[in-house]
């Protein structure tokens, strides 16, 4: 390849020169993140939303892409972004696609017989209902397995000779080559997580309108324990679980996927609904039924048994028909007015329309 000067290389020297910045140090490419064009000049792109080629005309560079998109549009923006973990460049597009009408203006246009209430757990990764019959989709387990040989790799690589600054040591071969194999295992580990998450999600997506939901609070269940703790290895099995479904990335899919095509997302307020602790036949709500070790609930009121996830999904799709007993959790309590604004461009991230109860 040419050498080309680059003007930011320029700029940095001009500025040191006059006494303004300190001098410029050299960086290596593997630390270097990435920049923004923030509009459509420099560079351009040629592609159909499959593969392609881009231009950066600063650099004079003209350079080939692979991948696909879902939805391809006018493009605005260009991030350029380099993942040392994946050692890969990647060009990252916005792009203005036509604004999708939303069906369902208000609660009162629900059709019932399209939607589901979903619970996302940690020993089944999600389970639905939808009036009908309850479906429960179990953890793949090929994280874990892929684990153990993530960190057989691993130990390989710590084995090598790995770089050292301070002593001036310089990776060995061997070291580098482990490295790769470490990182490719692990892209292949979250592209198969990715896979398994876009089937389950664009299949609910694709058959309900509707889909009912609690606000989620990961962060709470993947806290470490605390120190001493006799739990500590129940929480690290536990945030394992969580981090292998992904579930706020389940979450998010199902929800970006229904309102793609026009549909609405109703997340209700974990704490007024209390879907987990909740009998979904008279309505009693049980404190003891949140422990995570109480897996099969009997209602002490009026004798309802109930596996928790099926209870959860069931008394969140009840709360959305207005058929779930008990007190102040009728769906006319939600603000309605949040549902009626429009969307706007896909590029605005904020615009996912959802209904907090
Ligand atoms: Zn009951």
Not at 101 to 112: F, I, M, N, R, V
Not at 162 to 168: G, I, L, T, V, W
Not at 194 to 216: C, N
Request: hydrophobic letters at 30%.
């Amino acid at each position: 390849m040419e050498y080309c000067p680059s003007p930011f290389v320029d700029l940095a020297f001009v500025a040191f020169f006059q006494g303004l910045r300190k001098r410029p140090k050299f960086k290596s490419l593997r630390n270097y993140s990435g920049w923004t064009y923030p509009g459509s000049a420099g560079w351009k792109v040629y592609t159909n939303g499959k593969h392609g080629k881009v231009e950066l005309r600063d650099l004079g560079l003209s350079i080939r892409m692979r991948g696909k998109v879902k939805q391809w549009g006018n493009p605005t923006t260009l991030t350029i972004v380099y993942r040392p973990s994946l050692n890969r460049w990647y060009a990252s597009f916005t792009v203005e696609v036509p604004t999708v009408e939303a069906k369902y203006g208000s609660t009162s246009d629900l059709k019932y017989e399209s939607i589901i209430a979903y619970d996302l757990g940690t020993s089944t990764a999600l389970t639905t209902y939808d009036g009908s019959e309850y479906v429960e989709l179990t953890n793949p387990r090929f994280l874990r397995n892929k684990e153990q040989e993530v960190k057989r790799k691993s130990k390989l690589r710590r084995r090598k000779v790995a770089p050292n600054r301070n002593k001036k040591i310089k990776p060995s071969n061997r070291w580098k080559k482990a490295r790769k194999a470490v990182s490719r295992l692990q892209r292949k580990v979250s592209n198969q997580r990715l896979d398994w998450q876009h089937k389950v999600t664009s299949d609910i997506a694709s058959r309900y309108d509707i889909g009912v939901t609690e606000q989620l609070r990961v962060r709470n269940m993947t806290r470490k324990a605390k120190k001493g703790s006799k739990r500590k290895k129940q929480k690290a099995g536990l945030n394992k679980s969580i981090l292998d479904v992904g579930m706020s990335a389940l979450n998010k899919m199902i929800g970006y996927k229904i309102e793609a095509k026009g549909g609405l997302l109703i997340v209700l307020d974990t704490k007024k609904v209390k879907p987990s602790q909740r009998c979904p036949n008279c309505g009693k709500v049980h404190k003891h039924w949140a422990e995570l070790s109480s897996r099969h609930h009997v209602c002490d009121a009026c004798g309802f048994e109930i596996e928790r996830d099926q209870g959860s999904a069931l008394v969140m799709y009840q709360v959305a028909i207005n058929q779930q007993p008990g007190d102040g959790i009728a769906l006319v309590n939600v603000d309605a007015s949040s549902s009626t604004s429009k969307r706007r461009n896909c590029k605005d991230t904020g615009s996912l329309k959802q209904l907090h109860f």
